[in-house]
């Protein structure tokens, strides 16, 4: 794939949404505890998900679960109480039986960046045995978003 | 049943389980977010279910789900980070086909309480419909521990 | 406080807000975990808290905390991933130097009750002393809404 | 530092603590969610912590908080619910003024690995501001450690 085609896909395929920062998030040093923005790249999934048409469900439906098999974060900024924060959810058209998002988290009063990070996933059929190619209901989705 | 009967009872089937609070459930005020304790409840509720041979998953082996249907906690003490507690959980034996737990959460160093609360449960057979008999296995139970 | 009195400060003091099901908020039975209600409840609260100028921050910048003393949640129906909730959250009206909410969770699609609840808090001051008699601002903003 | 170096590091100034899923902790899909790891992997940071002498507190005590700066985690294998996981974390020694922790979570019953991560943190004084050169008490504890 060029990077052409990769930064296309990159501009097409993109979701953003807001979310303000719950007082549970908040860690002993009165910022959000890392491990929540794992829950932040999830809400950027779903909301990317529910944009395109290829929820959590829509893929169980089809008869498969996409577990995440490798996941990051890069840290920039903290996030306090009643901070509201945008998610952008990237998506990273690849060959392989995989789906790869890239996110930028930013603060929403100054769109400063928070937090960066990335996350792949694979499928899995019913049995739960990994799939080595990617499920027919996927390429379709895929034709139908004008990546392939 | 009688007073007498219900000390017994309680007498009887109670298990105690130690926690160390974790950084993650402090919350801004440095101490243990409330909701947390709702966590405690549930690992005394499974510390119990080992100890005496009926955890969640003896009662989905057996063709039922537990899930809970009221629950309340009153809170005396903050916890803080490293903190250890107590759990005391105290099986109250009903007629009806229901499962109801007590609870009193101790700080491990002093022993005094830091929170009480309780729990109910019901029985959904696997079409998820509520049951309104006890279950021949939770009997079967409850005969294995003289409680009936 | 008479009984007319009451209802007209529930009707004058309700906030709704309405959240979204997380995937990580379903547990092993495919519904909302019964812990994460009480997230909910505290979602209800900031809520509230903003539509009415006495948000957590709020309460924290004239000087004092407030943590949950009690809290209890009956269940009534199931939430799934996906759905959409509407939380209500009313204030309760008491003399006490407490502050008191009713909650009713709804399930968006169709109003039917999901869950209701109730919680209690305390004021402390920045010396984690219980505040025995209603704080001055609280008593400011009690007035400003016309409930004293 | 040489390769002979960091390998004598990772042997001296290891790790290991056991954890049992609890029934929250899984997801829609029956297992471990994979945002818990992130928990996990503090769990074994303040076994780590506990076991060496540098413990959140202990360095909160002495005039500083290390926020998580980089966190990744590859998952391997499932885990379910009443799962035992043992959790191994290595202390990686480096020059800079960071904290650097490699972790290995493990299936208690047959040792296989369930998932990999690291994780990097820095110090930050009282003002919150980024110190540049490693604080004199993390020196002294490394000293004590034999490490430099």
Redesign the interface.
Known sequence: MSKRKLIQNIAALTDTTTIKV???E??????V???QY??YF??GR?SFGKHYGI???DVYNNGY?T?????????KK?LS??DEAIIETRYINIDAAKILFEYTIYRADDHSVVATGSSVQVFLNTNRELELVNPQFYLDWKKKWGII
Chains 1, 2, 3, 4 share one sequence.
């Open positions: 719950r007082f549970s908040v860690d002993f040093m009165q910022i505890w890392h491990g794992i829950k999830e809400d779903e929820t959590y469900m679960m577990p995440i098999v490798s996941i990051d974060c890069q840290y903290p109480v009643e």
